[in-house]
């Protein structure tokens, strides 16, 4: 029986983090190398991938970047093969990229638009392409690469609202139109959830795991008035750390979970606990 240090030893694996430019992905990216597997940062912003693999190389530990588009079926098989022609293997697939309007500057503004009632289609379906097919492709494409040596790990990457609806009060800023939490944001993190459950149990009596982590909300230079709503919200009474999730991706991808999968490991400072 190893012990519980080797437990989390990745010396040797090979991982992928999509989104791995973002706010989480890059701390995902820093953790398992600097628990000892080699990373492939790959983001859509192929030049941020590079400077992020660039900087952990630079700390002593073991990053490429890739630029990949999620939504294209070739982009992503070129990924999968990178990382297999750069370390001979493809052992952790960190499924992080995604569509978030904290983030989307192209929605940050759009208050008119968020609301349900008048929601467009055109960002209901881009958001489905890449937060639900975009994971799906992934976690195909690596499955097929896992399945040669019968061994892996897939995370996907959820949300609180994927679990329960957003307080869209703690979006209203004083003297301002309304805003709120988009309606996609919370049905493709729920997705998220049915595909993970349903690769977990479809590569049953295998050693092929795919599990979920959910975060709470992770503290980016938000206004004061959003950190204080949101923070009372929660048990702890703050908004998470950005490397307060690499505790809980690393028992993801390493050993110490090897008995868990189609399981959703619950991040969120106890947002969902009231």
Not at 53 to 67: N, Y
Not at 199 to 213: D, F, K, P, Q, V
């Amino acid at each position: 029986m190893p012990d519980v240090p080797a437990l989390f030893d990745l010396t040797g694996r090979a991982a992928i983090v999509t989104g791995g430019a973002g706010l989480l992905g890059r701390q995902f990216c820093r953790a398992l190398a600097e628990a000892g597997a080699q990373v492939l940062v790959a983001d859509l912003d192929s030049a941020a991938a590079e400077a992020v693999a660039a900087q952990i190389s630079r700390d002593g530990f073991t990053a490429g970047g890739h630029g990949v588009d999620v939504t294209d079926p070739r982009s992503v098989e070129e990924m999968v093969q990178n990382v297999v022609r750069r370390w001979s293997r493809f052992d952790i697939l960190v499924n992080s990229a995604a569509l978030d309007p904290k983030f989307d500057s192209s929605q940050q503004n759009d208050t008119s638009d968020s609301a349900f009632e008048r929601f467009p289609l055109q960002h209901w379906n881009e958001a489905l392409e890449v937060n639900l097919t975009g994971m799906f492709l992934c976690c195909q494409a690596a499955a097929r690469q896992m399945k040669t040596r019968g061994k892996g790990s897939l995370i996907n990457i959820c949300s609180t609202y994927g679990l329960v609806g957003p307080d869209q009060r703690i979006y209203e800023q004083p003297d301002q139109p309304p805003r709120f939490k988009p309606v996609y944001y919370s049905v493709t993190k729920a997705g998220v959830l049915g595909l993970t459950r349903y690769i977990a149990t479809y590569y049953a009596g295998s050693e092929i795991r795919c599990n979920a982590l959910t975060p709470g909300g992770v503290y980016n230079d938000h206004d004061p008035i959003f950190t204080e709503a949101y923070s009372y919200r929660t048990v702890m009474g703050r908004m998470a750390r950005p490397d307060e999730m690499n505790g809980a991706i690393l028992f993801l991808a390493s050993d110490a979970s090897s008995y868990m999968t189609g399981g959703n490991l619950v991040v969120d400072g106890g947002w969902t606990a009231w």
